[in-house]
T-cell receptor
Framework: DQQVKQNSPSLSVQEGRISILNCDYT??????FLWYKKYPAEGPTFLIS?????DKNEDGRFTVFLNKSAKHLSLHIVPSQPGDSAVYFC???????????FGTGTRLQVFP | DTGVSQDPRHKITKRGQNVTFRCDPI?????LYWYRQTLGQGPEFLTY????????KSRLLSDRFSAERPKGSFSTLEIQRTEQGDSAMYLC???????????FGPGTRLTVL
């Protein structure tokens, strides 16, 4: 049972444009959500997070939006840069002290 | 170095052999997690420690797997009688709160022949 879903396995975006990565979840008990970026042969790197009491969180070029009624979150990267090319994982947890449940990832490619 | 470190980075072994991996968390982090990632999947939770106490184990962690964190600092993950299905990237993460932003090490890639 996949509790966190990333339905787009890949995304290709031109440099300077917006990248939008999507994530859906099924467990209504999730209250904390995170995005990680992963390069080949490295561990995931934390990008940005959001608590269920908020609907938006920004950090520089990265913004995460949470729609609790739709059980949907998205990561916006503006402007996209070639160095953003990586696999992005959405993750969720039931409280702020528990294990992370990950999606299957979306491979983002930013081309010049 | 302020990051999570793992050793070895790569391990190739024959089926039936035992292997042990080590994780050194960020020094002030009291929680330590182990995850496993296979090709095309996201990391899957295996187990976690609060200081030296192992608080939760996934059903993925069969009786061939054992993890320890004897002094609440580094942790080891041992796999006995390895099987080809154990081939994966084993990731360690640490956390100290207040938010659940876990910091991952580079992982140990295990290949069972």
């Amino acid at each position: 049972d996949q509790q966190v879903k990333q339905n787009s396995p890949s995304l290709s975006v031109q440099e300077g444009r917006i990248s939008i990565l999507n994530c859906d979840y099924t467990n209504s008990m999730f209250d904390y959500f995170l995005w990680y970026k992963k390069y080949p042969a490295e561990g995931p790197t934390f990008l940005i997070s959001i608590s269920s009491i908020k609907d938006k969180n920004e950090d520089g070029r990265f913004t995460v939006f949470l729609n609790k009624s739709a059980k949907h979150l998205s990561l916006h990267i503006v402007p996209s840069q070639p160095g953003d090319s990586a696999v992005y994982f959405c993750a969720a947890s039931e409280d702020n002290t528990d294990k992370l449940i990950f999606g299957t990832g979306t491979r983002l490619q930013v081309f010049p | 170095d302020t990051g999570v470190s793992q050793d070895p980075r790569h391990k190739i072994t024959k089926r039936g052999q035992n292997v042990t991996f080590r994780c050194d968390p960020i020094s002030e982090h009291n929680r330590l997690y182990w995850y496993r990632q296979t090709l095309g999947q996201g990391p899957e939770f295996l187990t976690y420690f609060q200081n030296e106490a192992q608080l939760e184990k996934s059903r993925l962690l069969s009786d061939r797997f054992s993890a320890e964190r004897p002094k609440g600092s580094f942790s080891t993950l041992e796999i006995q009688r390895t099987e080809q299905g154990d081939s994966a990237m084993y990731l360690c993460a640490s956390w100290t709160g207040p938010y659940n932003e876990q910091f991952f090490g580079p992982g140990t890639r295990l290949t069972v022949l």
